[in-house]
């Protein structure tokens, strides 16, 4: 496993823009995917984005042109820029990391951070 620890969360207006950032340390990070998941009280961790150790990223439909996924392998980190928020952003957003995996459902990570909330107002 690797530990993982995310900053950057916040406050931001219907339209504003924020970046996460997941820094990971412990075993070959650049053997592990990485990816962003989010989660509102009462529902279940919804996946966000998602780069993986052979270099490839995906973003969710829901996302998608909106959120983009940066991976820097000299610094071991996993940024999730966000623009054009919306209020149904809102969540706590979570860090996750799994030896080469290629499945985006939360139960196939084994290493997560704390999460950091970013909370959108109309």
């Known amino acids: 496993q690797v530990q993982l620890v995310e900053s950057g969360g916040g406050l931001v207006q219907a339209g504003g823009s924020l970046r996460l950032s997941c820094a990971a340390s412990?075993?070959?990070?650049?053997?592990?995917?990485m990816a962003w998941f989010r989660q509102v009280p009462g529902k279940e961790r919804e996946f966000v984005a998602v780069?993986?150790?052979?270099?490839?990223?995906y973003v969710a439909d829901s996302v998608k042109g909106r959120f983009t996924i940066a991976r820097d392998s000299a610094k071991n980190t996993a940024d999730l820029q966000m623009n054009n928020l919306r209020p149904e952003d809102t969540a706590v957003y979570y860090c996750?990391?799994?030896?080469?995996?290629?499945?985006?459902?939360?139960?196939?990570?084994?290493?997560w951070g704390q999460g950091t909330q970013v909370t959108v107002s109309s």
């Open positions: 780069a993986s150790w052979f270099g490839s990223t």
């Open positions: 412990g075993r070959t990070v650049s053997d592990y995917t």
């Open positions: 996750a990391a799994a030896f080469r995996n290629t499945d985006n459902n939360p139960q196939a990570y084994n290493s």
